[in-house]
């Protein structure tokens, strides 16, 4: 994955974690799930709030792309994921 990745499975629940570690703790994740590791969808994304803007969970998303490659992303987003998302949805 990477020296600072660690990934987490749940094949039983289709479950992927990316989680990314700075100083052995985890300050970026990304849940993605997927019944066949082709497809799936963006489920969690949380970057620690002093860390965020960094493109941690571009970095994430990136490295989840390597295993399943193609990703879409949530329609569902909280109201904080609607003020930092990128792709005009916060607007």
Do not use: W
């Amino acid at each position: 994955m990477g020296k600072n990745i660690k990934l987490y499975v749940s094949e039983e629940e289709g479950s992927y974690r990316f989680v990314m570690y700075k100083n052995k703790k985890p300050c970026s994740a990304l849940q993605v799930m997927s019944r066949d590791k082709n497809t799936g969808i963006v489920a969690n994304v949380i970057t620690i709030k002093e860390e965020r803007r960094k493109g941690y969970a571009k970095k994430l998303y990136n490295t989840a792309l390597r295993l399943i490659p193609t990703i879409v992303h949530s329609t569902n987003l909280s109201e904080e994921g609607k003020a930092l998302s990128t792709d005009g949805r916060g607007e």
